[in-house]
């Protein structure tokens, strides 16, 4: 019974280990899911969140806050890490799990922006007065990596 727990605890020692090295990056990662047109979705992404002086296009934050004003990840990321502690659930699906839940409530925020408002050619033009959703493209191309 001494060498199961033993090895049981090696097995927990690895994976808390592995987490030390290990991060979570959610984004848009350079390069990926372009626009038809070739336009990079984090440019857009970028011009969006803190706007374009020269477009003439307000910023309209939807990451920042997301990351900011969330305490719940603190709390997220201890209850994943006590699982990984306790033999329950290894390093990488821990990280996935938190890195899939903040990606989607990046999602969430991309479609919950309202304000400021479209100006009302631009809402005629696309049909909708949601500022940051178009053809989904932005909304879509939100991922989630977990580097070591």
Known sequence: MLVKHKDSFKKRFKELKALKNRRVVVGFPKGFNAYSNGTPVALVATVHEFGSQSQNIPPRPYFRPTLLNNNFYKHLRKMKFTKVMRGKLNAT??????????????RMSIVSVSSP??????IKAKGSSNPLVDTGHLKQSVTHKVEK
Not at 117 to 122: A, H, R, S
């Open 117 to 122: 408002t479209l100006k009302p050619q631009t």
């Open 93 to 106: 699906v821990a990280l996935n799990q938190i890195g899939g839940m903040v990606a989607d409530d990046i």
